[in-house]
């Protein structure tokens, strides 16, 4: 089974996806693609001899990245920090082999907007006592796919955005790999 990450950061979760399948038979990550040429999550990639590809959102939308996706013989398509809407086109060619995972639990402190340290920022100012990550099938909906997975964190007044962040991200590189490899298993391809 082949895996595509999109990531347009850091990629702390595809380093903690990659170095999963690293050792597992069931599947590999073939690919790591970003709309940001700078991105971090390049050099990652890079580290774990995964071939990498970069587009403009412009290239995406015009089917680009759904062609190189073709190309590799992609079977699932991970987002793993991924900020851009996925074309309609693209969530089409993966049904219910794309999978999301936001930094929050859906369907609070969801939708637009509510990436990167957004969504810390508003779970501190909403004095929420537990946050925690969803991992999701995305469909046209983005947000809304089939929640898959969820685990929670206790927040004290002392936690700050940077520190729930921090929390999450634990959270994000126990789960996510584990979650994945679970769905992988679960379906045929
Ligand atoms: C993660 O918090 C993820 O939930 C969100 O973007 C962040 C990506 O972090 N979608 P990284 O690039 O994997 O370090």
Redesign the pocket.
Known sequence: IRLAIL?S??????EKIMEHFQTSSKAEVALVASNKAEAF?LERAKKFNVPTFTFSRKEMDAGILLEKLKEEKIDWVIL??FLLKIPVELTRAFPDRMVN???ALLPKYGGKGM??SHVHEAVKAAGEKETG?TIHLVNENYDEGRIVFQASVALDDLDTPESIAAK??ML?HRHFPLVIEELLTQSST
């Open positions: 990531a950061g850091s990629g702390s979760n595809a999550v793993a920090g995972i936001h930094p990436y990167g990550i999450v991200h994000e």
